[in-house]
Nanobody
Framework: QVQLVESGGGLVQPGGSLRLSCAPS????????MRWYRQAPGKQRELVAD???????NYADSVKGRFTISRDNAKNTVYLQMNSLKPEDTAVYYC???????????????WGQGTQVTVSS
């Protein structure tokens, strides 16, 4: 069973930086779009950023100019570099990927279990 595993969350002061990483735990055939979502307490999950296999990116307006999504296709890993963090960035961050487990499998969406990011002084 393939799982997406996130790492890099933690507690940081306002203005600080964190880098999140996400990769599948098992062997996969191919990964297509990769995304980062976040969910703050009492709020709906929202899309933060996404990146295609070719490297095209999109960002939520709230993080433009502060967050950068990138990926290493050789390592099947997606990253989220978060700079100039604000208290309102506090949330559980989830990785999401459209991938195929094998050459004969249909592409499907997979989610990570989430990593907590807390921005507080």
């Amino acid at each position: 069973q393939v799982q997406l595993v996130e790492s890099g969350g933690g507690l940081v002061q306002p203005g600080g930086s964190l880098r999140l990483s996400c990769a599948p735990s098992g062997n996969i055939f191919n990964i297509y779009d990769m995304r980062w979502y976040r969910q703050a307490p009492g709020k709906q999950r929202e899309l933060v950023a996404d990146i295609t296999r070719g490297g095209s990116t999109n960002y939520a307006d709230s993080v433009k100019g502060r967050f950068t999504i990138s990926r290493d296709n050789a390592k099947n890993t997606v990253y989220l570099q978060m700079n100039s963090l604000k208290p309102e960035d506090t949330a559980v961050y989830y990785c999401n990927a459209l991938l195929r487990r094998s050459a004969s499998a249909v592409a499907a969406n997979y989610w990570g279990q989430g990593t907590q990011v807390t921005v507080s002084s």
